[in-house]
């Protein structure tokens, strides 16, 4: 069992915790490669997904690992609901409590969000991704994906490469990848940075050229636009010089070592047109879509977890029906 019944960031869950996770998805991984995709481990359970932020990858991976798990599923749309009306968001929650709701998955774009809709409900719920602050499950799928092709985590070299400070990605990979041990660099610009850069306690560096050719994990992140409230960056080309990857980069890197990005990229910005457009050409170096393949396990995983707690037991996941 999961020692929290919540998961709002990387820092609620132990490493046992992890390590379960991950055993967890290994075991829906197969699930999924199954001809019936489907077990009935939480039939009769309500996943409530509340996304008040755009999303493609977190809110219909959520959603099917949802069904894949037997549960019902209710969507809930922030534009089309009485929040328009003046309801608050604590009100609306409990209002969708009371039709009986086992979870509620949720992202906003006010960082501490998660943290207050908890103060104020008891409902169950999994942080989506809440503004700059985390995105745990996010982390969790990364994870998972680096753990399919390394045998161990200790001191694996991780290079995070961006807009470190506007991204709840960052942070929840940063913070989970250091109690997994890896030895985690930096790549970014003072501008790119927290005001403090010692904030992580990770080694900085100043261009993916001082990290290629060492680094086992090359993690782009997106350049967060939408969290720009001012020009962050003089140009793409004076971006593209220190921070994107390309063809020549990527012929640099190890021979082992992957490339991740968390989606969605911004072509010609972190990775070029050419290098997206030949993603399965590089050996299969590029994890872009097995994580998100990879998404939809640790989120089946996450979710069986929670709810399993109440019930469910292992012997519903193995049944083919
Ligand atoms: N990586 C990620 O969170 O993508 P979405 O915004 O599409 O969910």
Do not use: W
Not at 249 to 270: A, C, D, F, Q, T
Request: aromatic residues 6%; hydrophobic residues 40%; contains cysteine.
């Amino acid at each position: 069992m999961l020692s929290v019944k919540n998961i709002t960031d990387i820092d609620c869950l132990t490493v046992a915790d992890i390590n379960l996770i991950m055993e967890n998805a290994e075991t829906f991984s197969e699930v999924l490669s199954r001809d019936f995709k489907k077990v009935p481990a939480l039939r009769g359970k309500t996943v409530l997904n509340m996304f008040f932020e755009s999303s493609t990858r977190t809110r219909n991976s959520f959603e099917i690992a949802a069904k894949r798990l037997g549960a019902d599923t209710m969507n809930f749309s922030a534009s089309a609901s009485s929040l328009n009306k003046g309801e608050s968001i604590i009100d609306t929650v409990k209002t969708l409590q009371s039709m009986i709701v086992d979870l509620a998955i949720i992202r906003h774009s006010d960082s501490g969000v998660i943290d207050y809709i908890l103060s104020k409900t008891d409902i169950p719920l999994i942080n989506a991704g809440d503004g700059k602050h985390q995105h745990p499950t996010q982390a969790l799928l990364d994870l998972y994906t680096i753990r399919q092709n390394y045998k161990t985590f200790k001191n694996l070299k991780v290079a995070i490469v961006g807009d470190i400070v506007n991204s709840r990605v960052a942070r929840s990979d940063i913070s989970l990848f250091k109690k997994m041990c890896m030895d985690v660099t930096l790549v970014s610009a003072p501008m790119l940075m927290p005001e403090n850069p010692d904030y992580f306690g990770s080694k900085i560096v100043k261009s993916i050229d001082d990290v290629i050719e060492e680094t086992d994990v090359l993690y782009m992140l997106r350049m967060q636009f939408e969290r720009q409230a001012k020009k962050y960056y003089p140009s793409v080309q004076e971006y593209n010089r220190f921070f994107s990857l390309d063809k020549k980069r990527l012929e640099r890197i190890k021979e082992k070592s992957i490339i991740m990005h968390p989606g969605p990229v911004n072509r010609g910005i972190e990775i070029s047109e050419q290098v997206m457009d030949n993603m399965e050409n590089f050996n299969g170096r590029i994890k872009i879509n097995r994580q998100v393949e990879n998404g939809l396990a640790v989120r089946m995983a996450l979710i069986y977890l929670i709810l399993a707690a109440g019930g469910a037991g292992k012997d519903n996941i193995e049944t083919n029906n």
